[in-house]
């Protein structure tokens, strides 16, 4: 049995995995004797700590660049046992530039770091996953190690947590196809692909596109959807002012003017709290955006 106080240590570290990593392993003793986190790894857990407490609900994209040798392959097992261990329903998926890379040295060193937590029996880990011993919560709270193929993206699709925190881990992932980065970032489109099964269900069809970056802006796909749909609902978890409504208004108007709503933060003061609830206060969930495309077709 997992004791309460264990569970409420780990807690505090929800948004500190650099003090989840200096909490959790016996620096300085047996296999960690005379070895200590390194001063950058500890500054980049440190500025994703400051970018989930500004803002708990952002997407957050990082990238390490380094040589061999230098600490990246711990980092990326420290992100996903913090990851795992101070959020339940927890959702990561990790990839690596090939099958061998991603057997023999990215998930290999997870087990290393998982066999030293000084909570491991928190979780089980195997050759290709780790996931939560407490009962009903091991489909749901876990990591999965998926080696990559362009000829079937679809293994990156469906990563949808129900505003719970999901992690995606690329390594060496310079060699990764774009397909898949396409694919895995529509995770993180759960309240659109919601609203789309609700509205579908009342015989209303809504298409769901994943733009991923406002800066470059995908000005075909979005023309595209504005010619054979005839409207448009957008949705960001941000201000509406200067995100991605305005950029998709600003190419409809001098291109193709077309019907626009946009869906986000409403120009108010943001506060703390679980992802899942911050996304209601604010109108950003599916129920807002179901609401706002049957206002646009009068229903």
């Keep these: ?17 650099a003090g989840f990593v200096k909490a959790m392993y016996p620096w300085g003793e047996g296999e960690l004797e005379n070895k200590w986190p390194q001063k950058w790894q500890l500054e980049l857990m440190e500025e994703l700590a400051t970018s989930m407490r500004d803002d708990p609900c952002r997407l957050i994209r990082n990238a390490i660049s ?8 711990a980092v990326v097992a420290w992100l996903i046992e913090w990851a795992m261990y ?22 290999p060193e997870l087990g290393k770091w998982h066999r030293l937590n000084i909570a491991s029996e928190m979780f089980v880990y195997t050759a290709t996953s780790m996931y939560s011993v407490v009962e009903g919560h091991d489909k749901n709270w ?3 190690a998926i080696p990559w193929s362009k000829s079937n993206p679809a293994a990156f699709a469906g990563l949808h947590n129900q505003g719970n925190r999901i992690l995606l881990i690329f390594d060496e992932a310079s060699e990764i196809e774009d397909v898949i980065w396409e694919v895995a970032e529509g995770a993180m489109t759960d309240s659109a692909r919601k ?4 509205l ?4 209303i069809h809504a298409r769901v596109i994943n733009i991923h970056t406002i800066k470059p ?5 979005i023309l595209k959807a504005a010619r054979e749909c005839g409207k448009i609902v957008t949705a960001e978890e941000h201000n509406v002012i200067g995100g991605l409504g305005e950029a998709v208004c600003s190419l409809l108007s001098e291109k193709l003017p077309t019907p626009v709503r946009r869906v986000g933060v409403q120009d108010k003061f943001g506060c703390s709290g679980p992802a899942w609830d911050l996304l209601k206060e604010y109108g950003l969930d599916a129920a807002t955006i179901c609401k706002t495309a049957k206002e646009m077709l009068g229903k």
């Design 1 to 17: 049995m997992i004791e309460k106080e264990l569970i409420e240590f780990i807690a505090q570290f929800e948004y500190d995995p």
């Design 66 to 73: 380094s040589g061999h040798g230098i600490g990246k392959s």
């Design 86 to 107: 101070t959020r339940a329903d927890t959702r990561v998926v990790v990839t690596a530039n090939t099958d061998t890379q991603l057997r023999t040295k990215t998930w």
């Design 142 to 144: 876990r990591a999965d």
């Design 195 to 198: 609203a789309a099964e609700t």
């Design 200 to 203: 579908a269900a009342e015989g």
């Design 217 to 221: 802006l995908d000005e075909d796909i």
